[in-house]
């Protein structure tokens, strides 16, 4: 395979935007990804164009990416519409870089857009749903309320059961809020930047026990892009030498059995890579709750198993600390858009390996990795990526 560089990374602002369209948002996102890269849209010459919701959420099915870009000057080339639930812009940036990877493109574009706020939550919501067996599907709804995502049920189930093994609190998954507020405080593209504590995290509403409104991920909308470019086009248009060591899908096991599927994916973009856990200086993983993220600690060899909560208890995991996770906020704090997701956590390392992160910079990074989920099948995420990105 040949090296892969990220030539440029770009995304909107994350937020609620009632009247912004899915197009509105990936035009924006196009037009700082190429700015970022310093290419014309005309050099692109392939597009991988991720979106998970719009079919649900706003009836624009099958053409979703010809629908979004349009008015660019992509049309005529390739759009390849990929929908592979929360890690659909994950799936798109290893499309991309297959691409480019094989010798079938020079550049390749990875855009992923999501528009979720709609007048009626429930619409929202029911979309969320469908990233589950339709059979099981609707069991869990016939037991729960439409005022919330089924994925807040599964996730407050999995902390419960975590909280027994571990020995972690409440208080802890608090403390991951605290510290996503924190990084996304010191973001310009996080939905949530004011800052808050243990105590407001804990005395907010409960949404689902252990989990309170905090703790769970943000309905948002946005979109993101990152340009991937061959060895002789990154030396042709003076990219930054921000390589894409590997990356890595797979899906969960049957009935989700153990090894869980991001274990797996991390353990072959270790391998494709030729670093360990240890070598990784700062990282992007899937924070859909909090209680998410200490478990995704151990799964990506961080720590070991049940011991996450020490990582996250010591700062290890803080703006500041050894091993930043989602110093950008992450999924809590920048916002999930779900098409976006995986792109918005490239756009973070990649700006971090340049060193262009201001106050939450990881000083000297140059190993960075990127994890995201979607979906669930029996006992675990129906599918999981890592990347791994180096200077």
Not at 25 to 42: N, T
Not at 135 to 146: F, G, I, T, V
Not at 314 to 327: A, C, E, F, H, I
């Amino acid at each position: 395979m040949n090296k892969v560089v990220v030539a440029g990374v770009g995304q909107t602002v994350f937020g609620k935007f009632l009247h912004r369209s899915v197009r509105s948002l990936a035009e924006e996102a196009l037009q700082k990804v190429v700015s970022d890269a310093g290419i014309s849209e005309g050099e692109i010459e392939t597009v991988f164009f991720a979106n998970a919701l719009s079919g649900l959420v706003t009836g624009q099915e099958t053409v979703r990416g010809q629908v979004a870009l349009r008015y660019t000057p992509l049309m005529g080339r390739p759009i390849i519409n990929v929908d592979n639930a929360c890690a659909s812009g994950s799936s798109a940036f290893q499309l991309a870089w297959l691409s480019v990877a094989s010798g079938e493109a020079d550049v390749a574009l990875a855009i992923g857009a999501e528009k979720l706020t709609h007048d009626d939550k429930r619409v929202t919501f029911g979309a969320f749903a469908a990233g589950v067996d339709v059979e099981e599907r609707n069991s869990l709804m016939q037991q729960m309320p439409d005022d919330r995502s089924v994925f807040m049920d599964i996730y407050a189930e999995k902390a419960r059961k975590y909280m027994v093994a571990s020995g972690a609190t409440a208080e802890d998954f608090a403390l991951v809020c605290v510290k996503s507020r924190h990084g996304a405080s010191l973001s310009p593209w996080a939905q949530f930047r004011s800052e808050t504590s243990v105590e407001e995290v804990l005395s907010s509403r409960v949404v689902c026990s252990p989990l309170t409104l905090p703790m769970c991920s943000p309905i948002a909308d946005g979109a993101a892009a990152v340009v991937l470019v061959s060895e002789n086009a990154a030396k042709r248009f003076g990219s930054a030498n921000v390589v894409v060591r590997s990356t890595e899908l797979v899906s969960a096991n049957h009935e989700g059995a153990d090894p869980t599927c991001a274990e797996r994916a991390a353990k072959l973009s270790y391998e494709k890579a030729g670093v360990g856990p240890e070598d990784i200086d700062v990282a992007e993983v899937h924070d859909a709750s909090a209680p998410a993220e200490i478990m995704l600690y151990e799964r990506l060899g961080f720590a070991e198993k049940y011991n996450g909560v020490e990582l996250l208890r010591q700062g290890v995991t803080s703006v500041g600390g050894r091993l930043p996770v989602n110093s950008g906020g992450g999924l809590l704090s920048r916002g999930h858009p779900v098409g976006a997701t995986g792109l918005a956590q490239i756009v973070e390392l990649t700006t971090q390996l340049r060193g262009a992160a201001g106050a939450r910079q990881r000083s000297g990074a140059k190993v960075a990795l990127a994890e995201c989920s979607g979906g669930q099948i029996g006992l675990d995420s129906a599918l999981a990526s890592v990347s791994i990105l180096s200077i």
